[in-house]
T-cell receptor, first 113, second 111 residues
């Protein structure tokens, strides 16, 4: 089984709908991240969490919210989806030491019509 | 100045050649350096890590680190069409205590 899973893998929705993307991990990492990636662009950080009680905004948090339900689960919500939120979304986990790095889930392709 | 900079490419090399990918970083206190490969529409996959100055080899891949010049590179020997992907450099910042990604270099290996 994959260490980092994301659901759904693909989603098509309409403008104004509320959408939740879920991420689960079995790596036992404290840190979790949500990124979006648009064609030709790099990874842009939306939100990150260093532990269950810690939530931080990234560079593009407007229009998004998150919930860290447990060490293993980190959800991203779009309260009212808009077309420019169409993108590939990645969840990642990290142990939080300088010797380790981030491990990514398979991604969710979201299309907002 | 961006914290981690990469040339976006595309870098085009013929099959069998050496591909050289470069990355510079701004935080002199950075401690750890990583290279990811990302195929189109897929998630980034860790391929190399390096922590001290010098070279680190793993199969056809060699990572090179020069902390004095704040420069890290990835060499791919005997490049194959299957190496065609975007390569992301990531640096664990000493000041930020966070992993910072570059925007990636697109590599195209021509058969």
């Amino acid at each position: 089984d994959a260490d980092v899973t994301q659901t759904p893998r693909n989603r098509i929705t309409k403008t104004g709908k509320r959408i939740m993307l879920e991420c689960s991990q079995t790596k036992g990492h404290d840190r979790m991240y949500w990124y979006r990636q648009d064609p030709g662009l790099g990874l842009r950080l939306i939100y990150y969490s260093f532990d269950v009680k810690d939530i931080n905004k990234g560079e593009i948090s407007d229009g998004y919210s998150v919930s860290r339900q447990a060490q293993a689960k980190f959800s991203l919500s779009l309260e009212s989806a808009i077309p420019n939120q169409t993108a590939l979304y990645f969840c990642a986990t990290e142990a939080g030491t300088s010797a380790d790095t981030q491990y990514f889930g398979p991604g969710t392709r979201l299309t907002v019509l | 100045q961006k914290e981690v900079e990469q040339n976006s490419g595309p870098l085009s090399v013929p099959e069998g050649a050496i591909a050289s990918l470069n990355c510079t970083y701004s935080d002199r206190g950075s401690q750890s350096f990583f290279w990811y490969r990302q195929y189109s529409g897929k998630s980034p996959e860790l391929i190399m890590s390096i922590y001290s100055n010098g070279d680190k080899e793993d199969g056809r891949f060699t990572a090179q680190l020069n902390k004095a010049s704040q420069y890290v590179s990835l060499l791919i020997r005997d490049s194959q069409p299957s190496d065609s992907a975007t390569y992301l450099c990531a640096v664990y910042g000493g000041a930020t205590n966070k992993l910072i990604f570059g925007t990636g270099t697109l590599l195209a290996v021509q058969p």
